[in-house]
Each structure stands twice: as structure tokens, then as C-alpha cells.
């Protein structure tokens, strides 16, 4: 399937089944329109984008970098639908701490859908031996521990900061959820609590960016 730029958009008639949150209720995707593609660099867009900035990491343009801060991202133009599929590319820098308390954490990085929050969770950089971890919560919400990187696509880039050049020390992740929505627009607020008392610069210390967004609505039956 090949979409085009930001804002086109493609319809396609799809008619698959689909598992949307129970493994014993199927529903079926009657239609699936992309609305919004946003990749920053193919043209660099930050129309619609509060908070917006842009800067270059591995010779691509993306969305960041932040620290303590949200950004919102608005899309409109949908039609009709009952279910919007967002997803994110999301590349967290340098030594996020994940699940760890006191003066370096938890980590918090939050998605909020149409004003519904729909992922609050930890990322951790940190390298992890049989005696020293510092566990995330992502995949799951918050509360859980898994191991740093669980879930990533890509885990040896470079960091950008603290540890620029150093390989292993920015992961990227591709972030898909699925979302009850109705309605011809809808804000996407991205953000996160990161926590590093103890570092003279905290956006150096650990920060985080977006390469790639996609919204598409969905109607399922
Ligand atoms: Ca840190
Ligand atoms: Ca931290």
C-alpha cells in the first residue's frame, strides 16, 4: 500500500477481519482512511503542530527534541469513522531511567487521544546486567517492569546529548493504538515527566522526539 504526502488522503476499501481488544470478539474493518502522514523531512510541515519544533538526528529531520514538555498535534478532516488508529515513531535520547525512583525518575512519557489518555509508561535506556537494572513500563502502562527496549524497533542507534555518537543510547519505537473516536477532528497531545535532579542540563541527560506520524480513521463493525 503506498500513500502519498501529508494530508492526501488515500481511500481504500478493505473488508479483513480484525481482533480490536478480545481475543473471542471479532469485529470487522469495513474502511480505513489515512487522514494525517507526517514524517517531518518530505516537506518539513509543523502546520497544525502546538509546540512544534524541528531538528536533525541521523541525517533526518523529526519532531524534537523535549524535555518536561508536551506537544499537540491537530488533525482534521476525518470522515466518517467510529475507530482512529494513531501511530508514532518515537525516539528516546540518552539515559532515560525508566521504572527508578528518587532523583532520576520515574521517566513518564503520556499519549493523549481526543483528551482520553491512552498510554502512561516509562522508557529506560539504561544497560542492564543480572545486578543493575533500571526496568520501563512500556509495552504495558505504568506499574509494570520490563526490560529497557522492550518492544523497540531499533536499539543501537547513537544517542544525542549525553551520549552523542555512542552507540545503544537512543531506542526507536513504533507506538499503534487503536481508539473509540467520533467526530471530524481530534488533537493529539504528546508529552512526558522526565525526571534527572542531579544533571546540570536535563534536556542533554535524556529527551525525546517523534520521526513519524500516522492517523487513520477507521470504520468497524
Ligand atoms: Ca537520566
Ligand atoms: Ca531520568
Known sequence: MQYITPKFVVFFSLITVFTLTSSCHQEELMNEVLVYENNFSSPASLSGIENGKLMVFEEDTVLGNYNSEEVNIAV????????????IELLTHDSWDGNNTGVSGPDYWFMEVGGVQILNT???????????????????????????KTGALET????LCQYADTPNWTTKYRISKLVSHTGPSLTIKCGDQLLQENAPDPLCDESWSISKIEVSALSVK
Request: negative net charge; contains cysteine; hydrophobic residues 20%.
Open 76 to 87: 482534521s478532516g476525518l470522515p466518517g469513522h467510529n475507530t482512529v488508529r494513531v501511530v
Open 122 to 148: 516509562t522508557f529506560s535506556n539504561s544497560p542492564c546486567s543480572s545486578s543493575y537494572c533500571l526496568f520501563q513500563s512500556y509495552p504495558d502502562q505504568y506499574g509494570r517492569h520490563n526490560d529497557p
Open 156 to 159: 543501537d542507534l547513537p544517542g
